[in-house]
């Protein structure tokens, strides 16, 4: 099966390993992931005021080449699939911001919401199945406990991301069984690592990736998953040293190519 | 001055989509805001203050900055009041006001490091300016 | 032809305020068939019923339109004031200028116009009408209280009292209901089950009374006066008539790991059981699926040690056929799942507990003996936290949109009964409104505050997690303008509760309409709040509505008069406004039978001479004591044979043309 594929900015740049094993895993895993000719950056975070219309358009331009392609639209990082994703949604339901955005980049045909937005993680869950992934193994994580942290963009809101139980989610936690590992279960892995407030605020992130990886730890977790950029850069730069030793923190495609023996 | 503040709370409301009528005051919104400590107005009186059009102080409150946009308030809210969204739509009004811009270009090379994602960059501009 | 009046009524200034009465009683003068117009002040008042009734003989009248308020409201009235002037009661109509028009329109000359386009339609309308005589049918005396909760219990004591045989049908092995699962009540703190228990046992011995219990409704035909219902008893494993209910079968039983539904799942029984000590009847039911007998055909303990030999391992299902005059619903109410609210760990932490598993917690024959422990590791909390709201008061589709109604009280009742069992232990509770209106109730929640010290917090819990074996409680205080944070031992959820899942399914066999909650509906919300829509169908306790415990026996009492006057009636005048088949027309396509509700319509094969030759067909006829009148057979019938009497095709026509005249 052929995915068009969005990797995002930060995939290109400092996030290079998420973007990397996931590719080869995929392609270990028969799924071919032809990227997006010409895409642009997503801006990275959704414009909540609806007459914001020139933030959505490169949303819109993926998602329409998409159609075009006749394809569905695979991301990775939680930024841009939670972005693309609702965007997407606008498009299907708000009739101002279909209007605007179709008068504005007048396309051949107008995109009324048409693509399918997949994250790798529902593609690895409902495309591969993860009873493959688990036959697949060649080098199992057993024994290893791994806290899946979830962060806000994959969950929330439910009623547009419709990804998973935002309070109680198991997507991830399932994966890391396939992996071999045991998944351990925490309170604070739905709550947010500070986002962007890092920039101008490293205390407020700090203690919100405190009581992240001291939840994390306290549940006996010895590494953390991710798909994220931006709480990866948290967990790490704002994590205090001690905590930092004790509990790594990977993207969650690391750890698929490495059982995987990629 | 009235009048502005009534303007500007009708427009708040109207690009925010949000029904502020809709809010029963259970404060579900500020029992779970993660961002709460640092703000000085919680997010529960963003949707009263908006409700009696009480925006100058909300224009020139520290939580615009402080929301996380995490959507926690959004997906808790017992009523479907999405509070994050009210709070950027009084951060988008007031950023597109003349210098209201938070985050300038000349400042952003002392704030760069080797690690730091242009996820955070590109999501600091769209939050802080315009 | 006709000799009609008409009656305007003012209702006080309710129509004439809006309306120009004048303008309607001329307008009337005018239309075919009138010889009589006239207004009065309070057309239902005794003096206005007068005028009619002198009108009705002075000017030989055949039949009245009166336009007033709706039918719903002095229908009747009028009906029985043509009557007793010797009209045929069914040579009244009535044209609801109040609802319809004056109370919906603010512009006068608008509301005058459709005043007269109302009245004019009710003329044209009774131009055609016929007399009609009302048939009768027998009641059958004895009622059917379907569920066995405290509802059903007090309808059928006071059914029976009145002198009528009652069948209570539960569908657990138990009467009782949730209040036998209930620790104390609240404003009075008696004991539930001190107070339950007797009323069970009057129940089980009343001579009127038959429990049929561990058994389900399986369908139900006929109408009020005359409903057949099976009822399907489960098969209990067990001989009802001979067990002496000693126990002994539930002691040896070797399969104890199924979990006690009336401990809430707080701990275990055996796969042979009686629900709890008070259970009546005392008989034990097997539980099939945990049953080592029935899953692998070894064992059979229980046969072996019945001093009674009462196990039966080859009972099978039964249904019993009964004839019922009235039908009591008292279905209750269970809480409903917390799976959309998993910010507060319900399914995370075993201390995360509902309202009705600290019932069971707090009572003395619960898991624990009456001892407050935390479920995880059994220890004498410190801090407890109650959220009021779980799932009630919720638009986003995750709750309930409705309050629950009895959440804030048996919140109130549970912090005050801990504080004062326990001083040691903080008891928090976050509220959003505190609802206490009823006698004693809100002296009742300010003694919780004042006199217990109970710690009242204006706001919600956000989100709890559970960290090292302890609970933090993140919640926002309101009135302080902050977020708070409390590190419990345990929380309690007062969980929203919704109406159980047989009433969906009874509602579908009864015909009783039930909203979108699946609460059944009542007849009125206002003056018939005990009768269903549906004649002989009565409802009891919270398959209704939320309520508490007072206001459900009073409900029940209510329902039950309602039943008693029923049954005290030899005879039902049934509705004359029924359906009828033109067989000379009727093409027998079947199609009114498919969509009549009621099941009121049969085909039978008859002899007819057409063009001086015998032929058989197969024509529709109408069960005129089934059919409730309905009309949807006279929509389908694509020949014109199906007509409903007092409202036949030609004056629906005629009332449609007089508004488009």
């Known amino acids: 099966m052929t995915f068009d594929y969005y990797p ?255 | 001055m009235l009048q502005k503040q009534q303007l500007q709370a009708e427009t708040i409301r109207r690009i925010s989509g949000v029904n502020t009528r809709k809010c029963m005051k259970c404060g579900k919104c500020t029992a779970t805001c993660p961002a709460h400590s640092e703000m000085d107005i919680s997010p529960h009186r963003f949707v009263s203050m908006v409700e009696n059009n009480e925006i100058d102080a909300l224009m020139s409150s520290d939580s615009l900055w402080k929301c996380l946009s995490c959507f926690a308030c959004v997906e808790r809210c017992p009523r479907g009041v999405e509070p994050a969204n009210l709070i950027e739509a009084v951060r988008v009004t007031a950023v597109r006001m003349q210098n209201r811009n938070r985050l300038l270009p000349e400042n952003i090379p002392s704030l760069l490091n080797n690690k730091l994602p242009q996820q955070a960059l590109v999501s600091a501009f769209r939050k802080y300016s315009k | 032809m006709q000799r009609i009046g008409v009656f305007v009524c003012w209702c006080g200034t309710n129509i004439a305020a809006t309306v120009d009465i004048d303008t309607v009683v001329e307008a009337m003068k005018r239309e075919p068939g009138v010889v009589h117009s006239s207004d009065y002040q309070y057309m239902c008042s005794e003096a206005g019923q007068s005028r009619i009734r002198n009108a009705i003989k002075e000017h030989n009248l055949t039949g009245i339109v009166v336009c007033a308020c709706s039918p719903r409201m002095h229908e009747t009235t009028f009906r029985k004031a043509a009557k007793a002037a010797g009209l045929n009661e069914f040579m009244v109509e009535i044209a609801n200028i109040r609802e319809h028009c004056a109370w919906i329109h603010k512009d006068r000359t608008e509301a005058t116009e459709k005043a007269v386009v109302l009245a004019r339609t009710a003329v044209a309308k009774l131009n055609l009408n016929k007399p009609l005589t009302p048939g009768t049918s027998d009641v059958v005396k004895r009622a059917l209280v379907i569920g066995g909760g405290i509802a059903g219990i007090q309808s059928a004591l006071d059914i029976a009292e009145a002198g009528y045989q009652v069948d209570i049908v539960e569908k657990e092995p138990t009467i ?27 129940a089980a011995q009343h001579d009127n009374i038959n429990l049929i219990t561990y058994s389900e409704v399986d369908s139900v035909s006929g109408f009020v006066g005359n409903f057949t219902v099976k009822i399907r008893k ?43 000590a008070q259970a009546i009847p005392n008989v034990p039911v097997i539980d099939r ?77 619960g898991p624990t003996g009456g001892k407050l422990l935390r479920p995880s590791d059994k220890k004498h909390p410190h801090t407890m936290v ?107 959820l007062a969980t929203a509760i919704e109406p159980d899942q047989t ?63 029923l049954l005290s009636k030899d005879k039902l005048v049934s509705n004359p406004c029924v359906a009828g088949s033109n067989e000379l027309l009727c093409n027998g396509c079947s199609n009114c039978q498919h969509v009549c509700p009621y099941g009121a319509i049969d085909y039978v094969e008859k002899e007819f001479r057409i063009n001086g030759k015998i032929k058989i067909r197969r024509v529709a006829q109408v069960n005129e004591a089934v059919c409730q009148g309905c009309g949807a057979c006279t929509v389908v019938c694509p020949s014109g044979a199906m007509d409903l009497k007092g409202f036949t095709n030609q004056q629906i026509m005629a009332e449609v043309d007089a508004i488009c005249r």
């Not at chain 3, 303990?301 to 019922?324: H, N």
């Not at chain 3, 039908?327 to 269970?334: I, P």
Request: proline share 4%; charged share 25%; with cysteine.
């Open chain 1, 8 to 262: 995002g900015c930060t995939l290109k740049t400092k996030a290079k390993e998420l973007d990397i094993h996931a590719r080869s895993a995929a392609e270990a895993l028969g799924i071919k992931l032809e990227e997006l000719t010409d895409w642009q950056c997503c801006g990275a975070v959704y414009p909540m005021a609806k007459d914001e219309i020139a933030t959505r358009l490169s949303s819109v331009r993926a998602l329409a080449a998409s159609r075009d392609n006749g394809r569905d639209l695979l991301t990775l990082c939680s930024a841009c699939h939670h972005v693309i994703k609702r965007v997407n949604n606008d498009m299907q339901t708000d009739e101002e911001i279909r209007t605007k955005v179709n008068n504005y980049m007048s396309p051949e045909t107008e995109y009324h919401g048409e693509t399918k937005v997949v994250h790798y993680l529902e593609m690895l869950r409902d495309t591969i199945g993860f009873d493959t992934i688990r036959q697949r193994a060649v080098k199992p994580l057993t024994g290893k406990k791994i806290g899946a942290y979830y962060g806000c963009l994959l969950l929330r809101p439910n009623k547009v991301m419709a990804f998973d139980n935002p309070e109680n989610p198991t997507v991830l936690e399932d994966f890391i069984r396939a992996l071999g590992a045991e998944p351990v279960i925490y309170p604070y892995r739905n709550e947010c690592c500070g986002g962007y407030i890092s920039l101008e605020n490293n205390e407020l992130s700090a203690k919100k990736c405190d009581q992240i990886t001291v939840s994390a730890l306290e549940n006996k977790a010895d590494m953390l998953i991710t798909a994220c950029p931006l709480c990866m850069y948290n967990l790490d730069a704002n994590t205090n040293s001690e905590h930092k030793t004790k509990l790594p923190i990977v993207y969650f495609t690391e750890l698929l190519a490495q059982v995987l023996d990629i």
């Open chain 3, 176 to 202: 009782g209901g949730k209040m036998a699962q209930l620790d104390k009540t609240f404003p009075t703190l008696d004991c539930a089950a001190c107070i339950l228990t007797p009323k069970m046992v009057e």
């Open chain 3, 234 to 276: 489960k098969a209990r494993s067990v001989k009802a008539d001979i067990c002496s209910g000693c126990g002994i079968c539930t002691e040896k039983c070797p399969s104890k790991k199924a979990k006690s539904e009336f401990n809430m799942g707080l701990n275990n029984r055996s796969a042979i059981y009686i629900p709890f």
């Open chain 3, 386 to 492: 109650f959220v009021q709201c779980v799932g009630s008061r919720d638009t986003t589709g995750c709750g309930k949109t409705y309050c629950s109604k009895i959440c804030c009280m048996y919140t109130a009742k549970h912090a005050m009964l801990i504080r004062e069992k326990y001083p040691d232990i903080d008891v928090h509770v976050f509220y959003i409104d505190v609802r206490t209106p009823g006698k004693n109730f809100d002296e009742f929640y300010r003694r919780a505050a004042e006199d217990y010290g109970v710690n009242y917090i204006k706001g919600m819990v956000g989100k709890v997690a559970p960290t090292n074996g302890k609970l933090m409680v993140q919640g926002s205080d309101l009135i302080a303008d902050r977020q708070v944070i409390i590190e419990a031992d345990m929380v309690v």
């Open chain 3, 503 to 565: 009433a969906k399914s009874l509602a579908t066999m009864l015909t009783a309409s039930i909203d979108t909650n699946n609460f059944f509906t009542e007849a009125h919300p206002k003056l018939r709040p005990v009768e269903s829509p549906t004649a002989g169908v009565f409802l009891s306790g919270v398959c209704q509505g939320p309520k508490d415990i007072p206001e459900t026996v009073a409900q029940a009492s209510a329902a039950a008069v309602k039943v008693v006057g």
């Open chain 3, 289 to 365: 699926d945990q049953c080592i007998k029935f899953k692998t055909g070894k064992c059979g303990l229980c046969a072996k040690v019945c001093p009674a030999d009462a196990i039966d391992f080859s009972q099978q299902d039964e249904i019993i056929e009964q004839k019922y005059g009235a039908v009591v619903l008292a279905t209750g109410f269970k809480p409903i799942k917390l799976d959309n609210f998993d910010e507060y760990s319900y399914a995370a932490s075993q201390d995360v507990i509902t309202s009705l598993e600290l019932e069971r917690i707090m009572n003395a024959a």
